[in-house]
C-alpha cells in the first residue's frame, strides 16, 4: 500500500509541475498577445494616418495641377509659350505627385487591412475603412491633376502651333 501512496504522490507531483509550466507559459502567451494586440493598434494608426496625409496631399496635388492649368491657359493667351510650356510641365509634376500619394494612400490602406485580417478588432476595422476612404480621395484626386495636367499641356501645344502658323503666315 505505502508503494502505491509513493507512486501516487509522484504522479500527483509530476501534474503540478506540469500544471504550474502550463500557467507560465499561458501567462507569457497571453503577455505577447497582448504586447501585439498593443504594436496592432499602432500600426493600424499609422496606417490611417499616412493613407489620410496622403489622400491631403494628392489633394494639394490637384489644386496645384488646377492653377497650372489657368496659369498654362493665361500663357497661352499671351506670345509667352515658355511659361505655358513650364505651366503645363509643373501641372505634369503636381499629377506625378498625386498619383504617387495616392499609391501612397493605398499602401496605407493595405497596411491597415492586413492589421484588421491579423486580428479583427473594431477599432482596427475602423482604421481600415477610414484609410480605404482615404485611398479612394487620393485616387480621385490624383484622377482630376493627370485631367488639368493633359489640359494645361494642350493650351501649351496649342499656344506653339499658333506661334508657328503666326510665324509661317509673316514669311
Known sequence: MTTEVEVLRKEV????EELRDLKHSYLDTNRRYADTL???????QHATDSAQQAAKAAEHSA???????????EAAAIPVIAAAEAAS???SSAAAAAIESAASAASGAAAAALAVA??????SAQGSSVAAEASKKAASFAAQAVLMSNKAAQYA?????????G???KN
Do not use: P, Y
Request: aromatic content about 0%; hydrophobic content about 50%; charged content about 30%.
Open 89 to 91: 510641365n509643373a501641372a
Open 13 to 16: 507531483a509530476l501534474m503540478r
Open 118 to 123: 491579423n486580428h479583427a478588432e473594431d477599432a
Open 157 to 165: 501645344i496649342s499656344a506653339r502651333d499658333d506661334r508657328l502658323a
Open 167 to 169: 510665324k509661317g503666315q
Open 38 to 44: 498593443i504594436v496592432l493598434r499602432g500600426l493600424t
Open 63 to 73: 489644386v496645384a495641377s488646377e492653377k497650372c492649368l489657368l496659369a498654362a491657359k
